[in-house]
């Protein structure tokens, strides 16, 4: 996998499931509708901003609350091409990776808005461009490497599944 | 070598093997694995993932909860597609519009025992430790990839205890316990761990209230809480269930990443003010704050203890501002009207609805406007959560929803409630 270079959007802790997306728009089947309505709560300027290929980056616990898969569905569905944070709510990790979005934990770092980040997946690696500084990510259990390398859980069971 | 922790035990179990520890990734098999509204969802994922037959129709339960009965056409053939997929494929446990809440009814139904495991397609599935179970929330593909496969790989979670000790005071809850730890160590406190409950408290809880504590964890970012079983679970679980279970417990020299202790007998009611269910103060903080509407319902405190808390304080009493009960299941709705605390209410002023979630997520049967403030008896508050941002959420336990109710304002239970208490 290439590393991924984007522009960095910068948000702080517990970024609920409530404010990436309203529980009133989870209630549709038609997934293109959510991104309209992207961390609408939070900042209503976030949908006209975005460009395919940014990167969100986070504080802790982001993603806590509702399991609702519609959360990172709606943030991969604007454009966001992976989310870095220090510390991921647990279903909302396993539901980005299981709908081939990917994310990266690091423990730490001052990436600041606007600046352009590097993530490199394959070697754990979180690079802000603009200050030369890198971090080293959570490793990832091998499981979910292989998930995500496939681009979710449905292309992986539809490769290895024997369903 | 150390001893086991409760979820060591369970997912070694769940997994078939001999022992585990925290770290290890195991292929899980769970002994029921649920979902709700959202299994028209799980359904398309499930398809196009290629699968054609469900592994364990017998394992599987569907719940009519989020939006019941029906609000809209979409999803009335959101509900319709579900009936038509549970008789295609044999599963095993459909529960109908105006059951209740899926965490409710599959603890009426005894579909889950004590040591058992239990991954359900909604975050408060950490609910089943009330009884001793492994229970964790899942997405939807996860429950679809669990319909073709039966399994599920896990991580064993890092463990952490929390004692509690003392008896609490008339008036104050479980729901005032659970907030008090959001308080204590934040939303994020326990992100990722088997928050393993232990110490004398326990025993003194009823069932009722003890489901609200791991039910709350949710909150705190755990994968799964637990609560060690004593004999009024197992008479409880003795009169319903239909198969035989072996009760898990942790070792007495069990590893905790953190290790606890709360001293619940000087607790007062607690509130969370919004935008967050950490944000928690004692209550003598908060009284006096306007409200306009009163919830009082939800898996966290829907139960029939919660809607004779709210009939007591009720009792004699109207309503200052709109008041919605949701009992969290058809058994609490009957169990409840029976010993005439649904009369009560109704006397009050109270608004009674099908059990369900009701506006819990902000779907329907009383989302506020905009700038009405609520205070409900749920598990979160987080901005916009019931349907519109600028509407402040406040969490509180059904005593203190339903003085607050008959005040107007944010009011303190004990002063309306008999001094015998």
Not at chain 1, 81 to 104: C, D, E, K, M
Not at chain 2, 87 to 108: D, N, P, T
Not at chain 2, 109 to 138: C, M, Q, R, Y
Not at chain 2, 208 to 216: C, E, G, I, S
Request: net charge negative; glycine share 8%; hydrophobic share 40%.
């Amino acid at each position: 996998m290439n590393p991924i270079t984007g522009k960095a959007h910068v948000y702080g802790d517990n970024i609920d499931t409530d404010r990436i997306i309203p529980g009133k728009y989870t209630k549709t089947l038609d997934v293109s509708q959510l991104a309209e309505h992207v961390l609408e709560d939070l900042d209503p300027e976030f949908r006209h901003r975005v460009q395919a290929g940014d990167i969100l980056v986070a504080g802790e616990n982001f993603g806590a609350g509702s399991s609702r898969e519609q959360a990172p569905l709606a943030i991969k569905s604007a454009g966001i091409s992976v989310v870095v944070a220090r510390s991921f709510a647990r279903i909302f990790y396993r539901n980005a990776i299981n709908i081939g979005l990917p994310v990266v934990e690091v423990s730490d770092h001052a990436i600041e808005n606007e600046h352009l980040v590097e993530v490199d997946l394959e070697n754990g690696t979180v690079t802000d461009k603009d200050t030369g500084q890198t971090y080293r990510a959570t490793q990832m259990p091998e499981v979910m490497v292989n998930i995500l390398n496939e681009g979710g859980l449905v292309h992986y069971l539809r490769k290895y599944g024997q369903l | 070598m150390s001893g086991y922790t409760f979820a060591e035990k369970a997912l070694a179990r769940a997994a078939g093997v001999s022992s585990a520890r925290a770290g290890d990734i195991l292929d899980v098999r769970p002994d029921l694995m649920f979902s709700h509204d959202n299994s028209a969802a799980i359904r398309r994922i499930f398809l196009e993932m290629g699968a054609k037959k469900i592994a364990r129709p017998d394992r599987i339960a569907i719940t009519f909860d989020h939006a019941v009965p029906a609000p809209t056409t979409k999803h009335a053939q959101n509900h319709a597609e579900i009936r038509e997929w549970v008789k295609e494929q044999g599963i095993a446990h459909l529960f109908e519009v105006g059951r209740g809440i899926c965490h409710q009814v599959i603890s009426e139904e005894v579909l889950i025992l004590p040591g058992e495991t239990i991954l359900g397609a909604d975050s408060h599935s950490t609910h089943f430790g009330w009884l001793g179970a492994f229970g964790a929330g899942v997405g939807r593909t996860e429950m679809a990839a669990l319909w073709a496969t039966g399994e599920l790989w896990m991580r064993v979670p890092d463990s952490m205890r929390i004692a509690l000790t003392g008896t609490l005071t008339p008036g104050v809850t479980a729901k005032d316990v659970s907030l008090r730890i959001l308080g204590n160590y934040g939303v994020e406190g326990g992100i990722y761990a088997s928050v393993e409950f232990a110490g004398d408290t326990i025993s003194t809880l009823s069932l009722d209230q003890r489901a609200v504590l791991p039910n709350m964890m949710a909150e705190f970012g755990a994968k799964n809480a637990y609560l060690p079983p004593d004999k009024a679970v197992f008479d409880y679980l003795d009169a319903r269930r239909t198969r035989d279970y072996t009760p898990l417990y942790p070792d007495p020299d069990a590893v905790y990443a953190h290790d606890y202790t709360i001293d619940v007998s000087q607790l007062e009611p607690q509130i969370a003010l919004p935008n967050q269910p950490d944000n928690v103060v004692n209550l003598s903080e908060a009284l006096g704050e306007p409200i306009q509407q009163a919830f009082i319902g939800t898996c966290t405190n829907g139960r029939l203890e919660d809607i004779q808390a709210a009939a007591e304080v009720l009792r004699g009493h109207k309503v200052r501002c709109r008041l919605v009960v949701i009992p969290a299941s058809s058994e609490v709705y009957l169990a409840a009207t029976r010993a005439g605390y649904i009369e009560t209410l109704i006397e009050a002023g109270a608004a009674i609805a099908t059990p369900g979630c009701g506006p819990c997520m902000g779907n329907h049967l009383g989302v506020p406007a905009p700038n009405e403030a609520t205070i409900s008896s749920a598990n979160r508050n987080f901005k916009g959560r019931m349907g519109t941002p600028d509407a402040p959420v406040y969490l509180a336990s059904p005593y203190v929803v339903a003085a607050s109710a008959v005040a107007g304002k944010i009011a303190d239970p004990r002063e309306v409630l008999p001094l015998s208490r």
